[in-house]
């Protein structure tokens, strides 16, 4: 059974930075697509960035420049480095990894902007 730990949310003042981490327990293969998706209040749940295992990253059009994700295999981690947030930054973020047989996800950690 894979699971997914979060850390690194917080509370930040609009054009500051915040570090997300999530660390995979379990096998979770070598193909494993590995992301970060969000959720504010009253809205769907978005894909904000995500990573292949050869390293190839996909971003939301809303982070681009913004954010940077990256993962570690050796370590079954991905990482979200946000810099320059905004207030519509806010949301619970979500760790996802992808498998051939099903999407795994985290607790969700809380991000919150201040403007």
């Known amino acids: 059974q894979v699971q997914l730990v979060e850390s690194g949310g917080g509370l930040v003042q609009a054009g500051g930075s915040l570090r997300l981490s999530c660390a995979a327990s379990g096998r979770i293969g070598s193909s494993a697509v590995m992301g970060w998706y969000r959720q504010a209040p009253g809205n769907q749940r978005e894909l904000v960035a995500s990573?292949?295992?050869?390293?190839?990253?996909n971003y939301a059009d809303s982070v681009k420049g913004r954010f940077t994700i990256s993962r570690d295999n050796t370590q079954n981690t991905v990482y979200l480095q946000m810099n320059s947030l905004k207030p519509e930054d806010t949301a619970v973020y979500y760790c996802?990894?992808?498998?051939?047989?099903?999407?795994?996800w985290g607790q969700g950690t809380q991000v919150t902007v201040s403007s």
């Open positions: 990573i292949s295992s050869g390293g190839r990253p």
């Open positions: 996802s990894v992808r498998t051939f047989i099903t999407t795994y």
